[in-house]
């Protein structure tokens, strides 16, 4: 029951975070946000740690996962940016698609998990990631950027190619796919550790830049793994 209790909890943690947008109260919204996709993370490796799974976990996580990033998220993202612009409607298009797409993004993974063919890498952007990344003109609010009054075009654009990347047939990074050499371990923990102390005094502006990152390396990853076949994990 733990692990189900764990995505409920983070269920609870969307439905708040829109609560929160509504009342204006962007910064909790986005840190709420951000603990969802925290606890979407959790909630999968709890179950395997305590070899809890079963199959209405796995429905009930993908249940929250379009909850909280395919649904919460886009109207955090309309409330608080397109809401009171003038391309107000463009912004609701713009968020309708982020969410159609997300669901369909889940569906093609819940169909892929009766594949015989696995693989360590993700097809397209995964629903936490997607959400992460629609974010950003957020992010850049809190960074101090009017994206409301001077860039909300621009911004219902990223918000369209976001969605069109958690759809892609692409292949994209999965941590469970990374290795490193044990030489390289201490390394990889200094920076993880360097990473969270940013995280933590400059959470807007780390994770525009984690963004950033992301996106550059998708490319470089979809076309160092093109012969390789692409199934959900």
Same mark, same amino acid.
């Given at each position: 029951?733990?692990?189900?209790?764990?995505?409920?909890?983070?269920?609870?943690?969307?439905?708040?975070?829109?609560?929160?947008?509504?009342?204006?109260?962007?910064?909790?919204?986005?840190?709420?946000?951000?603990?969802?996709?925290?606890?979407?993370?959790?909630?999968? =490796? %709890? $179950? !395997?740690?305590?070899? /809890?799974? @079963?199959?209405?976990?796995?429905?009930?996580?993908?249940?929250?996962?379009?909850?909280?990033?395919?649904?919460?998220?886009?109207?955090?993202?309309?409330?608080?940016?397109?809401?009171?612009?003038?391309?107000?409607?463009?912004?609701?298009?713009?968020?309708?698609?982020?969410?159609?797409?997300?669901?369909? =993004? %889940? $569906? !093609?993974?819940?169909? /892929?998990? @009766?594949?015989?063919?696995?693989?360590?890498?993700?097809?397209?952007?995964?629903?936490?990631?997607?959400?992460?990344?629609?974010?950003?003109?957020?992010?850049?609010?809190?960074?101090?950027?009017?994206?409301?009054?001077?860039?909300?075009?621009?911004?219902?654009?990223?918000?369209?190619?976001?969605?069109?990347?958690?759809?892609?047939?692409?292949?994209?990074? @999965?941590?469970?796919?990374?290795?490193?050499?044990?030489?390289?371990?201490?390394?990889?923990?200094?920076?993880?550790?360097?990473?969270?102390?940013?995280?933590?005094?400059?959470?807007?502006?780390?994770?525009?830049?984690?963004?950033?990152?992301?996106?550059?390396?998708?490319?470089?990853?979809?076309?160092?793994?093109?012969?390789?076949?692409?199934?959900?994990?």
């Amino acid at each position: 029951m733990l692990p189900n209790i764990v995505t409920i909890f983070g269920i609870c943690v969307g439905l708040t975070a829109v609560r929160m947008a509504l009342q204006d109260n962007i910064n909790t919204a986005l840190y709420l946000l951000v603990f969802a996709m925290i606890l979407d993370a959790v909630d999968g =490796r %709890l $179950a !395997r740690a305590l070899q /809890s799974e @079963s199959k209405i976990g796995a429905e009930l996580d993908t249940l929250a996962d379009f909850f909280n990033f395919g649904i919460a998220t886009p109207l955090v993202i309309y409330f608080t940016i397109f809401a009171n612009t003038e391309a107000s409607r463009f912004g609701w298009i713009a968020v309708m698609i982020f969410s159609v797409c997300c669901a369909l =993004r %889940l $569906a !093609r993974f819940n169909v /892929s998990q @009766s594949s015989d063919v696995k693989s360590v890498n993700f097809v397209g952007v995964p629903a936490p990631a997607l959400a992460c990344l629609g974010l950003s003109p957020l992010f850049l609010v809190m960074a101090g950027v009017d994206v409301a009054e001077h860039y909300a075009v621009p911004a219902i654009i990223f918000v369209v190619i976001c969605a069109g990347l958690a759809v892609g047939t692409f292949p994209t990074m @999965s941590l469970k796919g990374i290795t490193f050499p044990a030489s390289m371990r201490l390394l990889v923990i200094l920076l993880v550790v360097i990473f969270l102390i940013c995280l933590i005094v400059f959470p807007w502006h780390t994770l525009l830049v984690a963004n950033a990152i992301y996106l550059l390396m998708i490319p470089i990853f979809a076309y160092a793994n093109r012969s390789k076949p692409a199934v959900d994990i």
